[in-house]
């Protein structure tokens, strides 16, 4: 998911094409493709300012009623969230609407023809979902944790309601679009060369040999040029590494909630289905390290999972899992040379401020671990 920041640093050197402002229609499926960067030129609706959503209430007695119309990836993903926090029949029945106020405006997809029909066929798709969401209120705004708080009415005492929404949560329902249309279509991630935020975007497959990309920031297709990707990035993710994708974001969501063994777990079963990317490992390694629980936290080996992240992706924030991995095993000596690495390859200075305070813990006597730590985008 993107940082919180993300928006802010992204919007101070992108110029949004003013033709995009407040589109609330679909263009003709006819109409040719504009092909923006993948990850640039956001369109608008955006919720200004960008805001922390409140965490949403969380019922433990929760009861289902409602039985969806429809199926696929969101409604399985909302399943998997319910079991950490208890998704509502609103979420569902608004999910519902969506879906299908979508499948009836795009109709039937054949992918016949040459190319150039084809993309047309599935550009026509990400767009109708684009004007769905807008019809119902939604706006970007970074970060929109999980699909169910994408789907929390939030109230915003200048606008009125609205909902929350970004790259990843609207790309879970463009997929469960194109899975109805029986359209092949993938999420896949990426990093921004700049702040090293990551962002998703849907791929639409339209026959063996080519594909189509779409970003749901920017509203339009989307051509990926962002160099020196890690080997996970940039190409289609499973239905499994998906899941492992949202099951780490569940853990997330568990560990901001306080229950740790849950956070663990969640992030152990996306470790299990996604296990070409880091970010389970390093989170897993980082509750582990920062975090005092007894339930489940002996069976976790920090530095082994903290080791596999930055074998995977050698970056800062991975080296800074490494370095309270390392002081919590009481290797101080190895926490200051993975912390000095995270200090070196940090991107933005509060980042290297932040992991020059860290490295303190490991210098200054006495030395302690990261118990205790805040809670950041590890």
């Given at each position: 998911?993107?940082?919180?920041?993300?928006?802010?640093?992204?919007?101070?050197?992108?110029?949004?094409?003013?033709?995009?402002?407040?589109?609330?229609?679909?263009?003709?499926?006819?109409?040719?493709?504009?092909?923006?960067?993948c990850?640039?030129?956001?369109?608008?609706?955006?919720?200004?300012?960008?805001?922390?959503?409140?965490?949403?209430?969380?019922?433990?007695?929760?009861?289902?009623?409602?039985?969806?119309?429809?199926?696929?990836?969101?409604?399985?993903?909302?399943?998997?969230?319910?079991?950490?926090?208890?998704?509502?029949?609103?979420?569902?029945?608004?999910?519902?609407?969506?879906?299908?106020?979508?499948?009836?405006?795009?109709g039937?997809?054949?992918?016949?023809?040459?190319?150039?029909?084809?993309?047309?066929?599935?550009?026509?798709?990400?767009?109708?979902?684009?004007?769905?969401?807008?019809?119902?209120g939604?706006?970007?705004?970074?970060?929109?944790?999980?699909?169910?708080?994408?789907?929390?009415l939030?109230?915003?005492?200048?606008?009125?309601?609205?909902?929350?929404?970004?790259?990843?949560?609207?790309?879970?329902?463009?997929?469960?679009?194109?899975?109805?249309?029986?359209?092949?279509?993938?999420?896949?991630?990426?990093?921004?060369?700049?702040?090293?935020?990551?962002?998703?975007?849907?791929?639409?497959?339209?026959?063996?040999q080519?594909?189509?990309?779409?970003?749901?920031?920017g509203?339009?297709?989307?051509?990926?040029?962002?160099?020196?990707?890690?080997?996970?990035?940039?190409?289609?993710?499973?239905?499994?590494?998906?899941?492992?994708y949202?099951?780490?974001?569940?853990?997330?969501?568990?560990?901001?909630?306080?229950?740790?063994?849950?956070?663990?777990?969640?992030?152990?079963?996306?470790?299990?289905?996604?296990?070409?990317?880091?970010?389970?490992?390093?989170?897993?390694?980082?509750?582990?390290?920062?975090?005092?629980?007894?339930?489940?936290?002996?069976?976790?080996?920090?530095?082994?999972l903290?080791?596999?992240?930055?074998?995977?992706?050698?970056?800062?924030?991975?080296?800074?899992?490494?370095?309270?991995?390392?002081?919590?095993?009481?290797?101080?000596?190895?926490?200051?040379?993975?912390?000095?690495?995270?200090?070196?390859?940090?991107?933005?200075?509060?980042?290297?401020?932040?992991?020059?305070?860290?490295?303190?813990?490991?210098?200054t006597k006495?030395?302690?671990?990261?118990?205790?730590?805040?809670?950041?985008?590890n």
């Amino acid at each position: 998911m993107s940082g919180y920041k993300a928006i802010a640093a992204l919007l101070s050197f992108v110029v949004i094409p003013t033709d995009l402002y407040g589109r609330a229609t679909a263009l003709d499926a006819m109409t040719p493709a504009r092909i923006i960067e993948c990850g640039y030129s956001p369109a608008e609706p955006i919720h200004w300012p960008q805001v922390k959503l409140a965490q949403r209430p969380c019922d433990k007695h929760g009861v289902r009623h409602y039985v969806p119309k429809h199926k696929g990836l969101a409604f399985k993903i909302l399943a998997a969230e319910s079991d950490v926090c208890f998704v509502p029949d609103s979420a569902y029945q608004l999910l519902d609407r969506l879906v299908g106020e979508t499948l009836a405006k795009v109709g039937p997809v054949a992918l016949e023809g040459d190319t150039d029909a084809r993309t047309r066929e599935v550009i026509a798709i990400g767009r109708a979902t684009a004007d769905v969401l807008i019809a119902h209120g939604f706006a970007l705004n970074i970060p929109t944790n999980t699909l169910a708080d994408a789907l929390t009415l939030r109230n915003d005492p200048q606008t009125g309601d609205w909902y929350s929404i970004d790259c990843d949560t609207a790309s879970m329902i463009v997929l469960t679009v194109a899975e109805a249309l029986r359209v092949p279509a993938s999420l896949v991630e990426m990093t921004y060369a700049g702040d090293g935020k990551q962002h998703n975007f849907v791929r639409f497959h339209i026959d063996d040999q080519h594909s189509v990309n779409w970003d749901t920031n920017g509203q339009e297709q989307c051509r990926l040029s962002e160099p020196d990707l890690p080997p996970y990035q940039g190409i289609d993710m499973t239905t499994d590494a998906t899941m492992g994708y949202v099951y780490r974001l569940l853990g997330q969501l568990a560990q901001e909630l306080g229950n740790y063994p849950l956070a663990a777990r969640e992030f152990q079963r996306a470790t299990d289905l996604y296990p070409s990317s880091p970010s389970a490992y390093n989170s897993l390694a980082w509750l582990i390290s920062t975090r005092e629980f007894t339930h489940g936290a002996g069976t976790f080996d920090a530095v082994q999972l903290a080791t596999k992240a930055t074998g995977i992706q050698p970056n800062s924030d991975n080296y800074d899992t490494l370095a309270c991995a390392f002081a919590l095993a009481g290797d101080y000596e190895q926490a200051r040379q993975a912390e000095g690495e995270a200090i070196s390859r940090s991107k933005t200075p509060e980042q290297k401020a932040e992991f020059a305070n860290r490295l303190s813990l490991f210098t200054t006597k006495p030395y302690r671990n990261c118990i205790g730590v805040a809670w950041t985008d590890n």
